[in-house]
């Protein structure tokens, strides 16, 4: 067999062409319904793999839609490794981008939410960071400290309340109008065994996106500030604390100095 | 090369959804076994789990992604992520299959067909022979249950099957429901499949459900669907086969619409007692 018919077999499993010549059954030379078995196999288990990465998109745009929706994508964008736990990190992009859904605005934003929790999931395993190694820092050189994201660690934000409406849509919470519609962020962090998706205050977002890029609490804090003047730095340090998004204090300020000197 | 040395007893696919309920007790069950490609990630829950059940059973790690009956070189990144895996969890056998998924880059997610010819089995076998000296171990095939035929082929698949065996030393994985399916698609007696099989060779039995559905012109056609109890005349054949070889280790596969883990655990139980019974016969 050559690389040829391998390529006319797999060129119709994506499309709707009749089988390629050379392709039979006992009872016929060109067995469309059989052939189709291979193509609805591709499509059902490729739909579903997406399905399971993105459950709550599925739920607010219903089955049918989301089976259309994840075909576009599929005919667009077939996976290209054998590691389907990684497909369709950019079907949110897509999904932005998807005519029919236009009018779900928030709904590419609950995907990259979706997208952040299984990378979380599948995400390396590290200890999060002891809250007694802050204890024992003082105050003078608390500003200057960097931290290292726990390899789990997704910043998500979005100028939609789209943290409450995955919480609505993946049973965390009751589906409900949502009273106060307004952007929303969240860290997406996986300590130990379990995926959480943690709101954040005003700015919060912020603060620790600067802090995942490695800039010092102090750096962190200002931007944050400057972000929204309500921004509450001892909140958000005790968020930092409790959900393990950070692993080990990096290089500090002093070390900085040192080096450039 | 390490051999492939799966208990002969009864095992189960492993589901996520069962892990509490299978630490929860002791469990009847000979070996489990695992899609490779599901344990790639860098951690998390899925390592967790495996790394527990490796501690108290013998294990098969299955690949469904390699594309072994690819036209074109085998994917090295996936075969050393493979490698990775096995030497991590040191299974008691790893498996792929008869069939191809991946063309040019794109990964398909289906195990297709390719027709039997000598340029085929020469490709095939070249494969085989690269996965067993980068894993450092014997690897299992499994027949396909396929739906198509090809007006190329020039060997049949038994015959092609332990020519590949005879050339790599690679051992047979028999998927006896696979085996059903294909014969009823391709109006054959799955009886006589069987008879022309190289059992010599069989170190592992696959036993699944399938569902039924006609072709355009009212003829059966099965579709291999892993979403019910194995049907009868699968476990007809199984006992047949079993007769013949004795005792194999041998697996309940369920990956569609998986029921409570006591149903699945089941289904292990009835082919352990099938294996008792053969390993009785093969001792009188």
């Not at chain 1, 039979?24 to 288990?45: K, L, Q």
Request: glycine share 6%; proline share 8%.
């Amino acid at each position: 067999m050559s690389h040829a018919t391998q390529s006319a077999f797999a060129a119709g499993l994506l499309d709707t062409a009749p089988p390629p010549a050379g392709v039979t059954a006992w009872n016929s030379s060109s067995p469309t319904r059989r052939y189709g078995v291979y193509r609805n196999n591709v499509a059902a288990s490729l739909t579903g793999a997406l399905a399971a990465r993105f459950p709550a998109a599925e739920r607010i745009v219903g089955a049918a839609f989301f089976r259309a929706m994840a075909g576009a994508f599929i005919h667009l964008h077939p996976p290209h490794s054998p590691l389907l736990l990684a497909y369709g990190d950019d079907f949110p992009d897509f999904a932005a981008a998807f005519e029919p859904a236009r009018e779900i605005a928030y709904l590419a934003d609950v995907m990259r939410l979706e997208a952040a929790r299984t990378r979380a999931y599948h995400a390396a395993d590290a200890a999060p960071l002891d809250p007694q190694a802050l204890a024992g820092i003082g105050p003078d050189r608390l500003g200057g400290l960097v931290l290292v994201s726990h390899p789990s660690l997704s910043i998500v934000s979005s100028p939609h309340p789209a943290v409450t409406i995955w919480a609505m849509n993946a049973g965390e919470m009751p589906v409900a109008p949502v009273p106060d519609w307004r952007g929303e962020g969240a860290l997406v962090v996986r300590p130990r065994m379990i995926v959480d998706v943690v709101p954040l205050p005003p700015a919060g977002v912020s603060f620790f996106r600067h802090l995942a890029h490695g800039y010092t609490l102090a750096e962190a804090a200002c931007a944050a500030m400057e972000a929204d003047a309500a921004f509450d730095l001892s909140k958000n340090l005790a968020i930092l604390l409790r959900t393990g998004a950070f692993t080990t204090i990096g290089r500090d300020q002093d070390d900085e100095d040192r080096d450039h000197a | 090369m390490i051999p492939s040395a799966l208990p002969r007893r009864a095992g189960a696919g492993f589901k996520p959804e069962h892990f509490a309920a299978i630490i929860a007790e002791p469990q009847p069950i000979g070996f489990f076994e695992v899609h490779a490609e599901n344990y790639m990630g860098a951690g998390g829950p899925p390592h967790a789990q495996l790394g527990r059940l490796r501690e108290d059973f013998a294990l098969s790690i299955h690949g469904v992604g390699l594309s072994i009956g690819s036209m074109q070189p085998l994917d090295r990144a996936h075969l050393a992520r493979l490698k990775t895996l096995c030497e991590r969890y040191q299974p008691e056998s790893f498996s792929e299959h008869l069939a191809w998924s991946t063309h040019d880059s794109v990964f398909l997610n289906d195990l297709l067909p390719l027709p039997y010819t000598q340029e085929t089995l020469r490709r095939v076998a070249g494969h085989i022979d690269e996965v067993q000296d980068a894993l450092g171990r014997q690897m299992l095939l499994e027949n396909p249950a396929t739906y198509v035929l090809f007006a190329e082929s020039t060997i049949e698949e038994t015959a092609f099957l332990a020519e590949i065996a005879r050339r790599t030393g690679c051992g047979l994985l028999l998927d006896v429901n696979n085996v059903f399916v294909a014969a009823t698609n391709h109006n054959l007696n799955p009886s006589d499949y069987i008879a022309r099989f190289p059992l010599e060779a069989v170190r592992e039995i696959h036993l699944s459900g399938h569902s039924e559905t006609v072709d355009e012109r009212g003829a059966p056609l099965l579709i291999d669907s892993h979403g019910t109890p194995v049907r009868d005349p699968v476990w007809a054949l199984y006992a047949a086969v079993i007769d013949r070889i004795g005792p194999v280790a041998s697996l309940i596969e369920w990956d569609n619409d998986v029921p409570a883990w006591p149903v699945l655990r089941d289904e292990a139980a009835a082919a352990q007692r099938m294996l008792d019974a053969a390993a009785r016969k093969t001792a009188a």
